[in-house]
């Protein structure tokens, strides 16, 4: 399947192919995979993500869908690539992964249908939606502070034509161990009835990025960790995750909380109502829940 990836080449930002084991210019200048510095595949003018669309998702926070999917927004500011360092600021400490599909629209879309949406997709990436729980409790569910920080949206390494979304493996590893293992069958809305859904009021434009969401097992991960979320037929992004230069500021707005809502989300959608201690991990805080089983 064709790929396409943008890397750093001589200091500039430059659209490759893979070729085998290299990535080669337009002008015949040639990188090899391992040794690129690698971009985000895309530069979309808007990232939007649908918030529970896996099963496992689903059953892990004991609720039921809505009867059709609700998006949140990331901006294009929380972009990085394959091989970037994800950042947890200084005086937060429960960020978590969430191992995704990135569907890239190819041409402006506006008012198809599901049977159309296809033609208006370029291709397919792989995406970490990673989230802030420490701010889940501010912003009132638009959660921009919680998936729109710096960093929190790596998507790659590159950009995949002529993939077929259908009974596709999902996989995202910690430091080796697979933490989440799903198949795209679990989806309740497939690629071309977001696409659709969205393009009824919104004017989706070249490179525009949809996340199609994460299945079950979403967990918090520490400075040191590395992350790899691998999708069949689209490669594997590794991210690594570090501390950030400078803490939070005091002196304005709402401040990271390890409230029962953020142990509960970062810890699993079961956690506050059976009762348990979230599992401890390095800088976490104790806490347990007050809650009867």
Request: charged content about 25%; proline content about 6%.
């Amino acid at each position: 399947m064709p790929e396409t990836r943008r890397i750093l080449l001589d200091g500039y930002p430059t659209e490759v192919v893979r070729d085998g084991d290299d990535l080669v210019a337009h002008d015949g200048r040639a990188v090899s995979v391992d040794d690129a510095v690698h971009l985000a595949p895309v530069e979309p003018s808007k990232i939007i993500c649908i918030h529970l669309n896996y099963r496992s998702r689903v059953d892990e926070f004991m609720t039921k869908l809505p009867a059709a999917p609700t998006y949140f927004h990331k901006p294009i500011t929380a972009l990085c690539g394959h091989g970037a360092d994800v950042v947890r600021p200084v005086g937060c400490e429960w960020l978590n992964y969430e191992g995704e599909i990135a569907i890239v629209i190819g041409r402006t879309c506006r008012n198809v249908s599901p049977e159309e949406a296809g033609d208006f997709i370029a291709g397919y990436s792989v995406s970490n939606d990673y989230g802030l729980h420490d701010f889940r409790d501010t912003d009132a569910g638009s959660m921009l502070r919680v998936k729109g920080s710096d960093t929190l949206c790596p998507i790659g390494p590159g950009l995949v034509t002529d993939w077929d979304f259908r009974g596709k493996r999902i996989t995202t590893t910690v430091n080796g161990e697979i933490k989440q293992d799903a198949s795209t069958d679990e989806m309740q809305w497939d690629m071309h009835y977001l696409v659709a859904d969205i393009a009824r009021t919104i004017t989706l434009v070249p490179g525009d990025v949809i996340l199609s969401g994460t299945p079950a097992n979403s967990r918090t991960v520490y400075p040191g960790d590395v992350v790899t979320v691998e999708v069949e037929g689209l490669g594997a992004l590794t991210n690594t995750i570090v501390t950030g230069p400078t803490p939070i500021r005091t002196d304005v707005g709402a401040q990271p909380s390890d409230s029962e809502e953020v142990l509960s989300t970062a810890q699993g959608g079961d956690w506050e109502f059976r009762g348990i201690r979230a599992p401890m991990g390095p800088g976490a805080k104790h806490y347990e829940s007050t809650l009867d089983d």
